[in-house]
């Protein structure tokens, strides 16, 4: 298995395609797909690929806001995540966690978290002795 970290996958993909044209960059893409299998990192391949989604999103001035809840959100629900953090820039995603238990936790670029799942608040009132 090769050495090679997802973040340095990333940014040599990113770089390689800065600039091509759609079909250039369809080629580049099966290229970069059969170099991960031929380095024996198949296995890393979501990481891969969210190395370079977060790259793109940096490079691009775009935020990724995750959200994880219970159970499904309801439309208003998620409406009303999008109005109070913004659409513009800014790409959503949706997570059901049923360990959660009950509430939501809103994660943005993997980096900060508000978290008001019944799981965090039942972690915080009685802690592991």
Request: some cysteine.
């Amino acid at each position: 298995m090769s050495k090679i970290p997802p973040n340095a996958y990333a940014k040599a993909f990113l770089e390689t395609v800065k600039g091509k044209s759609e079909k250039d960059a369809s080629r580049l893409i099966q290229n970069f797909i059969a170099l991960i299998r031929r380095n024996g990192d198949w296995g890393k391949r979501t990481s891969i690929a969210e190395a370079c989604a977060h790259l793109w999103r940096k490079a691009n001035d775009r935020s990724l806001i995750s959200i994880e809840s219970a159970r499904p959100l309801e439309t208003a629900h998620r409406d009303m995540v999008e109005k109070t953090c913004g659409t513009k820039n800014t790409d959503y995603e949706e997570k059901v966690l049923p360990e959660l238990i009950a509430g939501v936790r809103l994660t943005k670029d993997n980096e900060e978290q508000f978290d008001l799942s019944l799981r965090h608040v039942l972690r915080a009132l009685f802690p592991k002795t």
